[in-house]
């Protein structure tokens, strides 16, 4: 990274500062932007840079993969049981609550011998 401050482009990273080992203190997260100051000779003379506070953002990242991710297991399995009820020579039902009707899943069980 300070090589590509020094070739004066600048930088933009995010960055986990790790808990104090013994306390109760979370993680924090900041993004921190970089760039290089020159001076009129062109000699990097310091580099300047900002850091935000980015610790909601990750949160609301690391929710959202965790809700991509059940959905996924969630249309694994639907994927799982649509085969197992499609192979199946047993009658399969689904139960819809609040109405007290149902409605077969299966239409091989009609016809086992075919």
Not at 7 to 32: C, H, I, M
Not at 39 to 47: R, T
Request: proline share 5%; hydrophobic share 40%; net charge neutral.
């Amino acid at each position: 990274m300070w090589n590509i401050l020094a070739n004066g482009s600048p930088v933009t990273a995010e960055f986990r500062f790790k808990p104090r080992p013994g306390t109760d203190d979370v993680a924090q997260w900041v993004l921190a932007t970089c760039v290089p100051v020159f001076d009129n000779n062109e000699v990097l003379i310091s580099i300047a840079g900002n850091t935000i506070d980015i610790n909601a953002q990750k949160k609301s990242q690391e929710a959202t993969q965790a809700r991509l991710e059940a959905l996924e297991r969630a249309r694994q399995s639907e994927m799982k049981f649509a085969r197992f009820a499609q192979l199946s020579r047993t009658a399969i039902f689904e139960f819809v609550p609040g109405t007290g009707a149902y409605h077969s899943v299966t239409s091989s069980w009609l016809s086992p011998w075919d």
